[in-house]
């Protein structure tokens, strides 16, 4: 695929967990806390990278034993919740190159906004406490609204609140999960492979550029005035919402 056409791209669709911030150890120390209270096996954090990414139901239902009834199922999500909502913060931050990444997004003028299949009480917070330097024109997280990733109303949501046209997005996360959302929902899937997926599936699953840092999304925006057009990275084929 080439390089977008210089202000082809108006606006940003993050990902959260996986692609702006490393979760990874504060999820899996919350699930690991209520199967051990449970007295159930617990899983090392590494195993959490193919557990996330569909809402905490699923997350539930992989990390617990197989014969979990569904009541037990329902009683694990409301306690992982519960423990989760004080402990979100511990060792979560945001990847290296993020702060970058978005300071020179923000200075060019484009939109950006967060799309997450996490509780949306928690999306809100993490933005608001790690990503508070830059503004977000939307954020939305996981509730009745909207049915989660992969469907694409939430991320067409956000397009039509931000008015610009699904073409003119970028799609940036880590896993099948939102490359999926953005091919349905006509946006440019782009993959992180800093998150918790690796290359395979996100290439199988619609990613027409792979990016090894945040910052390597900059040549995708096309050149600025009076730029040369910069090397864009190898591709994969050869109102207000708040």
Same mark, same amino acid.
């Given at each position: 695929?080439?390089?977008?056409?210089?202000?082809?791209?108006?606006?940003?669709?993050?990902?959260?967990?996986?692609?702006?911030?490393?979760?990874?150890?504060?999820? !899996?120390?919350?699930?690991?806390?209520?199967?051990?209270?449970?007295? *159930?096996?617990?899983?090392?954090?590494?195993?959490?990278?193919?557990?996330?990414?569909? +809402?905490?139901?699923?997350? #539930?239902?992989?990390?617990?034993?197989?014969?979990?009834?569904?009541?037990?199922?329902?009683?694990?999500?409301?306690?992982?919740? !519960?423990?989760?909502?004080?402990? *979100?913060?511990?060792?979560?931050?945001?990847? /290296?190159?993020?702060?970058? $990444?978005?300071?020179?997004?923000?200075?060019?003028?484009?939109?950006?906004?967060?799309?997450?299949?996490?509780?949306?009480?928690?999306?809100?917070?993490?933005?608001?406490?790690?990503?508070? $330097?830059?503004?977000?024109?939307?954020?939305? +997280?996981?509730?009745?609204?909207? /049915?989660?990733?992969?469907?694409?109303?939430? !991320?067409? #949501? %956000?397009? @039509?609140?931000?008015?610009?046209?699904? &073409?003119?997005?970028?799609?940036? +996360?880590?896993?099948?999960?939102?490359?999926?959302?953005?091919?349905?929902? +006509?946006?440019?899937? %782009?993959?992180?492979? *800093?998150?918790?997926?690796?290359?395979?599936?996100?290439? !199988?699953?619609?990613?027409?550029?792979?990016?090894?840092?945040?910052?390597?999304?900059? /040549?995708?925006?096309?050149?600025?005035?009076?730029?040369?057009?910069? #090397? #864009?990275?190898?591709? @994969? @084929? &050869?109102?207000?919402?708040?």
């Amino acid at each position: 695929m080439s390089t977008p056409e210089p202000r082809s791209v108006r606006a940003v669709l993050f990902d959260l967990d996986g692609t702006l911030l490393d979760t990874l150890e504060d999820l !899996a120390a919350s699930m690991n806390h209520v199967l051990d209270a449970r007295g *159930w096996p617990q899983h090392e954090a590494a195993a959490y990278r193919h557990f996330v990414g569909e +809402g905490v139901d699923e997350l #539930a239902r992989r990390a617990a034993p197989p014969d979990c009834d569904e009541a037990t199922l329902g009683a694990l999500v409301k306690d992982m919740r !519960a423990h989760y909502k004080d402990h *979100w913060a511990v060792r979560s931050r945001p990847y /290296p190159g993020v702060p970058e $990444l978005l300071e020179e997004l923000g200075r060019r003028g484009l939109k950006l906004a967060v799309l997450s299949n996490k509780m949306e009480e928690f999306t809100r917070g993490m933005v608001s406490r790690f990503l508070n $330097l830059w503004r977000f024109a939307a954020v939305i +997280g996981a509730s009745p609204r909207f /049915p989660l990733k992969p469907d694409p109303r939430s !991320a067409l #949501a %956000i397009a @039509t609140a931000l008015r610009v046209s699904p &073409g003119e997005f970028l799609y940036l +996360g880590d896993t099948s999960i939102d490359m999926r959302t953005a091919v349905a929902a +006509g946006m440019e899937p %782009i993959g992180a492979l *800093w998150g918790f997926r690796d290359a395979d599936e996100l290439r !199988a699953s619609g990613a027409r550029h792979l990016l090894s840092a945040p910052l390597e999304l900059l /040549p995708l925006l096309g050149p600025e005035p009076g730029e040369e057009p910069p #090397a #864009a990275p190898e591709s @994969t @084929t &050869g109102g207000r919402l708040n």
